[in-house]
T-cell receptor, first 114, second 115 residues
Framework: DSGVTQTPKHLITATGQRVTLRCSPR?????VYWYQQSLDQGLQFLIQ???????AKGNILERFSAQQFPDLHSELNLSSLELGDSALYFC?????????????FGPGTRLTVT | KNQVEQSPQSLIILEGKNCTLQ??????????LRWYKQDTGRGPVSLTI?????NTKSNGRYTATLDADTKQSSLHITASQLSDSASYIC??????????????FGKGTKLSVKP
């Protein structure tokens, strides 16, 4: 158990809908990262937050947004969903200084768009 | 262009055998290289992290090597077990080691260990 929690585990929704994925980092970790992993694809970095502020941006679509709250949990919002958004979405967290090498991954949320 | 290439794409071995996975990168400047193990449908788990000055690091039956001159790394698995069946991902970080903006992910090697 990495100490990173993600909810929900599974999500099934229809095209055009909006969903919110939630992540709680390990106790004491200030950085949260979001990744997308489509079937048989590598991990794609979406966005990183550090202590509530956006730190780095990857291949995140404009339909997607994220935020990190004062209690350090993070939410990833996906809107106007398309079939191609079906994927595993992982959250990871890392050490307090934001420069720790180690990232701890959560169990993921499997999103299915029908 | 910063890239991380892993080979082979997939590998099947018999239980008890050894195997070696390769990772070549073009990321420069280099800060650190990480190997992750990802079971199907689960989050990746870190196996090793090596900085520029380290050329080998072990974690149980897993041994990673790094040649920063040739920009190559390998992950050697000894006496494989069925539970080693997973994808192994190589991740290279640029100068700002912790900043996500400089993390380059390989596509992974899918290892299957058969009884």
């Amino acid at each position: 158990d990495s100490g990173v929690t993600q909810t929900p585990k599974h999500l099934i929704t229809a095209t055009g809908q909006r969903v919110t994925l939630r992540c709680s980092p390990r106790s004491g970790d200030l950085s949260v990262y979001w990744y997308q992993q489509s079937l048989d694809q590598g991990l794609q970095f979406l966005i990183q937050y550090y202590n509530g502020e956006e730190r780095a941006k990857g291949n995140i679509l404009e339909r997607f947004s994220a935020q990190q709250f004062p209690d350090l949990h993070s939410e990833l919002n996906l809107s106007s969903l398309e079939l191609g958004d079906s994927a595993l979405y992982f959250c990871a967290s890392s050490g307090g200084d934001g420069r720790s090498y180690e990232q701890y991954f959560g169990p993921g949320t499997r999103l299915t768009v029908t | 262009k910063n890239q991380v290439e892993q080979s082979p794409q997939s590998l099947i071995i018999l239980e008890g055998k050894n195997c070696t996975l390769q990772c070549n990168y073009t990321v420069s400047p280099f800060s650190n290289l990480r190997w992750y193990k990802q079971d199907t449908g689960r989050g990746p788990v870190s196996l090793t992290i090596m900085t520029f000055s380290e050329n080998t690091k072990s974690n149980g039956r897993y041994t990673a090597t790094l040649d920063a001159d040739t920009k190559q790394s390998s992950l050697h698995i000894t006496a494989s077990q069925l539970s080693d069946s997973a994808s192994y991902i190589c991740v290279v970080s640029g100068r700002d080691g912790g900043s996500q903006g400089n993390l380059i992910f390989g596509k992974g090697t899918k290892l299957s260990v058969k009884p």
